[in-house]
């Protein structure tokens, strides 16, 4: 699915089923909810924190790829509410890292190993 198109699909979803956008400031606390319920389980899956009940790997795959989707919907919600088109932004932001880091990481000797 292409971004725009998904942008207009939760547009969607929020004006029929979701009655509303939550405001900028809600939705941004939400996001960062999100992303720590993602942390969480990457903490428990790669980390030295373990799960409070046996948790197979594909479980865990399941957990993070749930997560990480709410993260793109909120995240998605807030684009909307912006007026940003996403698919746009990623590619001048991918443009700009193309210009601005095309040689910053082989020159740093933190990343030679």
């Known amino acids: 699915m292409e971004i725009n198109r ?3 699909i939760v547009d969607q979803w929020i004006k ?12 941004t ?3 960062a909810e999100e ?4 942390a969480k389980i990457v903490a428990r899956t790669y980390g030295e924190q373990s799960f409070k009940t ?4 594909e479980e865990a795959k399941e957990m993070l790829t749930d997560e990480l989707s709410d993260v793109f919907w909120v995240l998605t919600c807030l684009a909307n509410q912006l007026d940003i088109k996403l698919e746009d932004a990623l590619e001048k932001n ?3 890292k193309n210009i601005r880091d095309k ?7 933190k990343l030679n190993l």
């Open 35 to 38: 992303v720590g319920e993602f």
């Open 16 to 27: 029929t089923v979701g009655v509303r956008y939550f405001d900028v400031k809600t939705n």
């Open 94 to 96: 991918l443009a700009k």
């Open 103 to 109: 040689d910053r990481h082989k020159q740093n000797p």
């Open 29 to 31: 606390l939400i996001l």
């Open 6 to 8: 998904y942008q207009e």
């Open 54 to 57: 046996p948790t197979t790997e």
